[in-house]
């Protein structure tokens, strides 16, 4: 089951983080202000916003292999909109859908990965889950790089990009990739639709309760900050991400195509790692801590990017990902780890929380177009100063299972 969760985080990221390495095209290609291109992603992560909640209840009418079989559909039919009719309208259309999807997917899998990794575990397994999500991350801008390359060579390239040079519009490369995406959707429908899937047992703690059960725990003031510390970590994330390669474009005239992608893709790289490092630092102390630092760490780094050289922008961004890598696993197995029950409710409220990658983006595109894009970017130092908070003021109820370093002891604590 873990592994099974862990591919289909691959996938959702896969899918979910190339808007940023196109928002240049977009821009261009649809003549767009920063404010009007920014509704793309608000599209998108609105949709953890409506479908969050329902997808719980659902899942837990229907199963786990039906809703994410229905997941994939929905984002099948987003993706073919936008690849069969490209245009602003109905990329905002296709984005919410491919939204609903995902949200879909994250509301599943988030409780069964706690109960079948432990919940001592679930700080550990969350970070897995980070890395395989920024590793997916990295690969999507070098496949939407390569294709544009591949398409723009005499001829139209060959294999994949030859393949596709023919069913998109000319100049509007870019919509390969949800020809792709439609492709990816196809494949998984066919593999969840023949597997065999363990039946999970979910503790009455871990089912997705009634609306009565969501705004109970919404009524509690811990639930709320911790729902905030998820909407200001998805709103970073995506507010760096999204915002890379136009930043690079309009300050250091870098080719988005290609260097701007890069970046981005090396953005979700680093992450990764920086989730390789996490995963030995929850084990080796407490997770509120990391949490600290990294967050000290991430606004040095943006820092750096914003107001820096053009080589001190090109490492600084990716350097934020490398630091962010272990925030919304922390932030997300200390929330659950901070309530004796209804994990499953309140999973789900966690996730509408991702609407922060909604939010973020758009707010730091209206502040571009009033007083650059620069100026706008700073806003993402508020989002991380939150999630900095959190380790101080977070309070758990089962700590993350470390490894004792004396000498003569090889038991773990808690």
């Not at 990221?13 to 920063?34: A, K, W």
């Not at 820096?308 to 919304?328: I, K």
Request: charged share 10%.
């Amino acid at each position: 089951m873990v592994g099974l969760i862990l591919l289909v985080f691959f996938v959702i990221s896969f899918l979910t983080n190339i808007i940023g390495p196109l928002v240049p095209d977009i821009i261009r290609d649809f003549n767009l202000s920063l404010t009007m291109v920014a509704i793309l992603p608000f599209a998108f992560f609105i949709a953890y916003g409506v479908m969050s909640i329902p997808a719980g209840m659902l899942g837990e009418k229907f199963g786990e292999k039906k809703i994410m079989l229905a997941a994939f559909i929905v984002s099948f039919v987003g993706s073919l909109m936008l690849a069969m009719r490209p245009g602003y309208s109905t990329a905002i259309v296709s984005l919410f859908l491919i939204g609903c999807g995902m949200a879909m997917l994250q509301v599943v899998m988030n409780p069964v990965l706690r109960t079948s990794g432990g919940e001592e575990h679930y700080a550990f397994w969350s970070i897995m889950a980070q890395l395989v999500f920024g590793l997916a991350s990295f690969i999507s801008p070098w496949v939407y790089s390569d294709i544009v390359t591949g398409m723009k060579q005499k001829g139209g390239g060959s294999g994949i990009a030859g393949l596709l040079k023919g069913h998109v519009p000319d100049g509007m490369l870019w919509i390969s990739m949800y020809w792709i995406f439609a492709a990816i959707c196809l494949v998984m429908v066919l593999v969840i639709f023949l597997s065999k899937f363990p039946k999970v047992e979910l503790g009455d703690d871990e089912k997705p309760g009634a609306l009565s059960i969501h705004l109970m725990l919404f009524r509690k003031r811990v639930v709320i900050l911790y729902f905030i510390g998820i909407l200001c970590y998805v709103g970073t994330e995506q507010g760096v991400a999204n915002w890379i390669s136009q930043f690079l474009s309009t300050y250091h005239g870098k080719d988005p195509a290609t260097t701007g992608a890069q970046n981005v893709a090396y953005f979700w790289l680093l992450m990764t790692a920086g989730g390789l490092l996490g995963l030995v630092l929850v084990k080796l102390m407490d997770s509120r801590k990391v949490l600290v630092i990294f967050s000290v760490l991430a606004m040095l780094c943006l820092a750096a990017a914003l107001f820096g050289s053009s080589q001190m922008a090109l490492l600084g961004f990716p350097m934020v990902g490398f630091f962010a890598s272990v925030m919304y696993p922390i932030i997300f197995s200390l929330a659950l780890n901070s309530i004796e029950d209804h994990h499953g409710s309140f999973s789900g409220i966690l996730v509408t929380g991702i609407v922060g990658g909604a939010l973020a983006p758009l707010i730091v595109g209206w502040l571009g177009d009033m007083l650059g894009l620069r100026i706008g970017m700073c806003f993402l130092f508020l989002t991380i100063g939150f999630i900095l908070s959190v380790g101080i003021w977070a309070k758990p109820l089962i700590n993350n299972k470390t490894i004792s370093l004396q000498k003569g002891e090889g038991k773990s604590k808690s």
